[in-house]
């Protein structure tokens, strides 16, 4: 039994405000936090001026949809839809076997299959027996390409020491094969559920390590990615962190979630998602809480040798590296 005292809620209360109000005042320039009247002086003094039928246009035209071939697959009732397995079997067959009670008639797993956990070539069979139709995230595209490093998007020194410890202990496991398998993936996929045409990424439609956070992701924002990417919901993954948001358009913004490590959330569980028709015309959908043997991974992650604070995120739920790239709102919300 721990002896650890509570905190008090107020305290916690306190503290998380504090977190939030540290950047108030600045702003984020590059890897730098500047005084925010700094930005803005340096903001004017690029960028053009456009009469306001100039205006207008260059609107019109950088929301016109930007043309792709992908075939759309379905339609479908019901789909589950999962990111960032992260060598993480364990979670992977729980998934698979929660996903079929809640009557999947298809899964979808929007790639990083590789990195952080242990023995990363026991993910494949799974993923090719239940038919799980997979697209490519950064780590596929960069193991079947053979970079050096997962391109992950990280900037921080620390994330990137952590970042490239996982994906090199990755690209020594994978075989052959298996890169080739994951080079042949495709990097998108669109399927339709309930008559809704739904846009599956890995980190959002126009790169695929971009992070769309829940509170850096403006609803203007994603309706224009929606409106170029001729889409009536996005999903998408890569951040670690399950959100939703239906939009004042009555379209949808998803990241399902990865199934590889806890969401930063002081649980032990992953995240996935079920998305269904519904007979007004809206997706349900569903962030799953999925619980696995956690203490089997961890036991493995530590005889292979794997950085013990990997090990302390999946028995706490709390993220210990990675976290600069957090948004002030979800690093308020982290235990560090």
């Known amino acids: 039994m721990s002896n650890r005292i509570p905190e008090d809620p107020a305290i916690k209360k306190a503290r998380a405000q504090a977190k939030l109000a540290a ?23 690029v960028g053009r001026e456009l009469a306001e039928a100039e205006r ?27 990111g960032g397995v992260y060598n993480n079997r364990f979670a992977l067959e729980a998934l698979l076997e929660d996903a079929r009670k809640r009557g999947a008639d ?26 799980v139709r997979t697209i490519q995230g950064n780590y596929e595209q960069s193991l079947s390409s053979g970079r050096e490093d997962c391109n992950c998007g990280y900037t921080d020194p620390r994330d990137n ?6 994906y090199q202990y990755t690209a020594e496991r994978c075989s052959p094969e298996f890169k080739r398998w994951m080079g042949e993936l495709p990097q998108h996929r669109r ?17 695929v390590n971009e992070f769309l956070f829940d509170s850096s992701s403006p609803d203007a924002f994603l309706e224009v990615l929606l409106d170029q990417y001729r889409a009536d919901a996005i999903l998408c ?57 956690h203490q089997a991974l961890a036991a493995e992650m530590r005889s292979e040798g794997l950085p013990e604070p990997f090990v302390e995120t999946v028995l706490t739920g709390w993220w210990t590296t990675c976290l600069e790239i957090l948004p002030a709102r979800e690093r308020a919300a982290s235990r560090y």
């Not at 207008?56 to 999962?82: C, K, L, Q, S």
């Not at 299959?113 to 038919?131: K, M, R, T």
């Not at 930063?264 to 799953?288: F, H, K, S």
């Open 106 to 131: 298809a899964l979808y797993c929007l790639g990083d299959l590789g990195g952080f956990g242990p023995s990363p070539e026991a993910v494949w069979p799974l993923l090719e027996s239940a038919d």
């Open 23 to 45: 950047h108030r005042g600045m702003a984020t320039w590059g890897e730098k936090l500047v005084p925010l009247g700094t930005f803005r002086a340096a903001a004017q003094e």
């Open 237 to 293: 993954t890569h951040t670690g962190i399950a959100w939703h948001r239906r939009l004042p358009s009555g379209r949808d913004v998803v990241n399902v979630g990865v199934i590889g490590r806890p969401g930063n959330d002081g649980r032990t569980e992953v995240w996935y998602t079920v998305l269904a028709a519904q007979t007004t015309g809206n997706l349900a959908v569903e962030i799953v809480p999925l619980a696995y043997d």
């Open 56 to 82: 207008v246009a260059e609107i019109r035209a950088h929301r016109e949809p930007i043309a792709e071939m992908a075939v759309t697959e379905g339609p479908f009732d019901r789909i589950a839809v999962f």
């Open 161 to 166: 020491h952590y970042a490239g410890i996982s």
């Open 191 to 207: 399927v339709t559920v309930g008559g809704r045409n739904l846009l599956m990424v890995h980190g959002s439609p126009r790169r």
